[in-house]
């Protein structure tokens, strides 16, 4: 059985970061943070790089979070996989969440780890009814450890398995329904999913759960080819957000109006303007989306 989390505490963590945009927190840009104070929406911090009890990480997200809403993303959970989830990991898990009290918290729809060997790729998972099943039983988990609401973040996705039975958008929903959780929509991994495997990004937008989304995703991929010489994008988190994103960002917020967006960009991390100006882009539309709003309404 699937346990809801209680709709008040659901409410006020979604309630407590705004319909900006924001960046991930990177270590080599807090002292620029910090000496500017930028005007952002909110900081995202990995998880995994604050399961350490002190030292200089917690002291500069600490001075980050004194002037910033944050955002929790896990990285290392491995909700998607077979085991059982590691308790440790849990309980550190839980720890972050009531030493920062972030405004949003989130995982990935992955798998990261086997026996006792851990990989530094997120996984896909088949989307068939014993997975879903597992997952949902792993959210459920997550969320009464924690004692919040968790947003799960859909996949970029390389290949297909023959044994998936329905699709990524009714496996989504479908464990939002179960659970109460609620989604993290990766626009750059909607696009580079669905190039990856000849679908329409615009099509999946259609149909995602727009209800269910607490937080926006957007970040860069790089192009590739498979073996067979076919295109192929890498999310990669390396460069700017493609103009194909962009647009898809764009028609996403015009439709269904403002929601906290995040830039990410993890490796080959570029001076601190640059990624702050990502942030200002994806500011603007979200600017424009509540301007045309006020007119509608005013």
Request: charged letters at 25%.
């Amino acid at each position: 059985m699937h346990a809801e989390p209680q709709p008040d505490t659901a409410t006020r963590t979604a309630a407590a970061i705004a319909a900006n945009a924001g960046a991930g927190l990177k270590g080599e840009h807090v002292r620029a943070v910090l000496e500017t104070r930028p005007e952002i929406g909110f900081f995202e911090v990995h998880a995994e790089n604050y399961m350490g009890a002190g030292g200089a990480p917690h002291r500069n997200l600490e001075a980050i979070r004194r002037d910033y809403p944050v955002s929790l993303h896990g990285v290392g959970l491995s909700i998607g996989g077979v085991q059982p989830l590691d308790k440790a990991h849990l309980q550190r898990l839980a720890a972050l969440n009531k030493r920062y009290e972030p405004g949003l918290f989130s995982e990935h729809l992955a798998w990261s780890t086997h026996d006792t060997t851990y990989f530094n790729d997120l996984l896909p998972v088949p989307y068939d009814e014993a997975t879903l099943e597992r997952v949902c039983d792993h959210v459920d988990e997550v969320q009464e450890t924690v004692g919040r609401q968790m947003l799960l973040e859909n996949p970029s996705t390389y290949v297909a398995f023959a044994q998936s039975t329905m699709s990524e958008l009714d496996f989504l929903k479908e464990i939002a329904r179960r659970t109460g959780c609620g989604l993290l929509l990766d626009v750059n991994n909607v696009h580079v999913s669905c190039s990856n495997h000849a679908r329409s990004a615009e099509d999946y937008l259609a149909e995602f759960p727009m209800q269910a989304v607490g937080e926006i995703h957007l970040g860069g991929h790089a192009p590739d080819t498979d073996d067979a010489g076919r295109p192929l994008l890498i999310d990669a988190h390396d460069r700017e957000v493609d103009a194909a994103v962009w647009a898809l960002y764009d028609g996403l917020i015009r439709q269904h109006g403002p929601l906290p967006t995040l830039i990410e960009w993890d490796n080959d991390v570029p001076a601190w303007p640059v990624l702050l100006a990502e942030v200002q882009a994806a500011e603007r539309v979200l600017a424009g989306a509540a301007d045309r709003h006020l007119k509608r309404t005013g």
